[in-house]
DNA sequence: CGCGACTTTGAAGTAAATCAATGGGCGTGG
DNA sequence: CCACGCCCATTGATTTACTTCAAAGTCGCG
């Protein structure tokens, strides 16, 4: 973990300047900077590991987090894929439990790490903090059931197929496009599949009309005839 | 949904009984009491609609409700089993959003139902309210976790084993005593499998002397020596 | 241009789902 | 008190979808 000697009005400035804090008092995040630094993390640093205490709550800058639970014959699940703009850690900060989850970057990294002890300080301080931080782990609790919900599909197509259509703008689109957020061994990861069944159910759909891949970028035709396939059993050939 | 006209002194009674409210201020407790009312569920009774808004937050007093999202072939993923004491529904409230899953009495069963609104109005005045719906929804996102962890496991036997090791009182036990918390069934839809399934894992590692299965009560007989199959691959004969 | 990281494709093996039938426990009612 | 029916759990035989292992193919980048 790489801890660069930024200036504090680096911090200051980089704490004005993301979303996560627009609705901070001036005076908390003027502590928050006393207490924070940013961390600069390669492709494949570790920010976090799996049953230690975390020190920080953690804002991405920039770069890509990969968040997973190691499994046995080293495989993982992924768990989220944070980009720039997101948190991680708040549930474990808040109930002081340990980490659930290992953390590395996913690509060169830039991280805002504020202290725990001033963060849980701030957040006692004052209400609306508190209310973004509810708001911040029932958004997350709900990802993760919609997560669980894609996972529990018995087969590989419904999986994909569920999750590509997470992504749909408005339920009226019929076709969009969008950008997978890793890797397709990680997007795969994330959906309990290995990559080989990925690109084979990719490949299916694509050869089906349904979508269209291009490398990360994804083409979905026709959202409703996918969700159809949703609701179906046995789609292979 | 049965409301039956149970007095408003019983229901502000089961208010300052229930361990979920022993941190709120009495002025609080009487507003939620009017905003509140009992309602009794037989089994089966459904207390949550999927995609359907949430009117309530719930708190179980007795009985059991059973949380699951509905898959094709009309299977179910359970997502938790929710038991006397424990709540339902603050992260679908604080983001008011729609319900992400189905909720039904697993057995006769009397819910504490808090209007929306009233539970809404009094979190805004109360920073200690607050806190706790951040610690409520921090554990079950947390747990949630815990569950994914266990579901990512590729074999039924290492699954099992997890879950079952899940409920070790403390790390120093060798052998403990459980209760499952409701029908093999649903413990076998919470993570992830078919009853036959885990009625196999449960006779094999029955066999194996690792643990003893009465009906619902399960004697795990050597902790340490189950976790080591937690790293094994290939437990089957 | 050539190397490394990632992805695709193929062939084979396997674990869990599925289908089907039996067995056990418990409450209800005769 | 026994008998029936219901619900839940178990057990067995079969199927199938996914993983696994292996190898070739892309892509981007120094």
Redesign the interface.
């Known amino acids: 973990m790489n801890r660069l000697p930024i200036s504090p009005a680096r911090i200051s400035e980089t704490l004005h300047r993301l979303a996560y804090f627009q609705s901070w008092p001036d005076a908390a995040l003027e502590h928050l900077a006393a207490g924070s630094k940013i961390i600069t993390l390669p492709k494949h640093g570790a920010m976090a590991q799996k049953n230690e205490r975390l020190e920080f709550l953690y804002v991405v800058v920039s770069g890509l987090i990969r968040v997973f ?1 190691p ?3 080293n ?1 993982e ?1 992924v ?1 989220s894929l944070v980009g720039p703009g997101e948190s991680l850690g ?3 900060l ?2 002081d ?1 340990v980490c ?2 290992h953390a590395v970057a996913g690509k060169d990294s830039h991280l805002l790490a504020i202290d725990a002890m001033v963060f849980r300080r701030e ?2 301080k ?2 609306a903090l ?2 973004q ?3 911040m ?6 990802e ?6 894609i ?4 087969s590989s197509v ?1 999986r994909v197929a569920s999750y590509l259509l997470l992504h749909r703008p408005t339920p009226e689109d019929i076709s969009f496009t969008f950008q997978l957020p890793a890797r397709k061994q990680d997007v795969a990861a994330k959906l ?1 599949l290995t990559q080989e069944t990925l690109s084979r159910v990719l490949g299916f759909l694509d050869k089906q009309g349904l979508i269209q891949v291009n490398a990360g970028k994804i083409r979905i035709e026709d959202a409703p005839r996918l969700a159809q396939i ?4 046995n789609c292979n050939d």
Do not use: H, W
């Not at 782990?137 to 709900?142: A, T, W």
């Not at 993760?144 to 919900?149: M, Q, V």
């Open positions: 639970i499994l046995p014959n495989m699940r768990v708040e549930a474990c808040v109930l439990e659930p989850y957040l006692g004052d209400i508190t209310r931080a509810l708001e782990v029932s958004r997350r609790f709900m993760n059931l919609r997560d669980t919900e996972c529990a599909q018995r419904l309990g949703t609701t179906m059993k």
